[in-house]
């Protein structure tokens, strides 16, 4: 099966880098996504790594080692509407599904 | 349509009663999923469609739940003799494809039903 861990909350100040981490134990997957989901919203898609290493986008940028089980979102030049919770899923093999960890709630600070 | 929809926004029952929610999700998509979010906790999977079939039913929590799919688009899914414990927000998505893991099968979210059982 798979678990996936995140911390529950984190805090940063607005202009700082955050970094939230994902870990898995998970018999195998397809990729990894991240997704950022507003208060009362629906999640939206951020970032998405199959092999390991960094994918960046723009001041978004996702790490994945498949070998350590874990992954991270990187946030730079924090934003006030950067608070939000960030989703870690997994695609796993054979399975047209998604399992996500339970999510980090990050709240931005002036 | 620009995005997933879906609809109701919000739904409030009593306990017993059925309830249906609709998905109309991005025109063009063939995958479609069921999930639903739990107050403080992750999203959990119910349903994948892949055209009008269900080939993964296996996260639909018991047989007061079910769903269906008609002409490749929308989707309702169907909760009968509704419990307290079923109270979450419901959430579709859709994707080009289906998960395989090609940026073509990410998967979109709508903005999600909230179900409040009394």
């Known amino acids: 099966g798979q678990n996936i861990d995140q911390p529950t909350e984190m805090t940063a100040t607005e202009g700082a880098i955050v970094q939230i981490n994902c870990t898995y134990q998970t018999s195998g997957f397809n990729g990894l996504f991240w997704y950022q989901q507003h208060a009362g919203e629906a999640p939206t898609f951020l970032s998405y790594n199959v092999l390991d290493g960094l994918e960046e986008k723009g001041r978004f940028s996702s790490f994945l080692s498949r070998s350590k089980g874990y992954s991270y979102l990187l946030l730079k030049e924090l934003q006030m509407k950067d608070s939000a919770s960030y989703l870690c899923a997994v695609s796993p093999y054979n399975t047209d599904k998604l399992i996500f960890g339970t999510g980090t709630r990050l709240q931005v600070f002036p | 349509g620009a995005g997933v929809s879906q609809s109701p926004s919000n739904k409030v029952t009593e306990k017993g009663k059925d309830v249906e929610l609709r998905c109309d999700p991005i025109?063009?998509?063939?995958?479609l999923y069921w999930y639903r979010q739990s107050l403080g906790q992750g999203l959990e999977f119910l349903i994948y469609f892949q055209g009008n079939s269900a080939p993964d039913k296996s996260g639909l929590p018991s047989d007061r739940f079910s769903a269906e799919r008609t002409g490749g688009s929308v989707s309702t899914l169907t909760i009968q003799r509704t419990q307290q414990e079923d109270s979450a927000v419901y959430l579709c998505?859709?994707?080009?494809?289906?998960?395989?893991?090609?940026?073509?099968?990410?998967?979109?979210f709508g903005p999600g039903t909230r179900l409040t059982v009394l």
């Open positions: 025109s063009g998509h063939t995958a």
């Open positions: 998505a859709s994707s080009l494809e289906g998960t395989s893991g090609v940026d073509s099968d990410t998967q979109y």
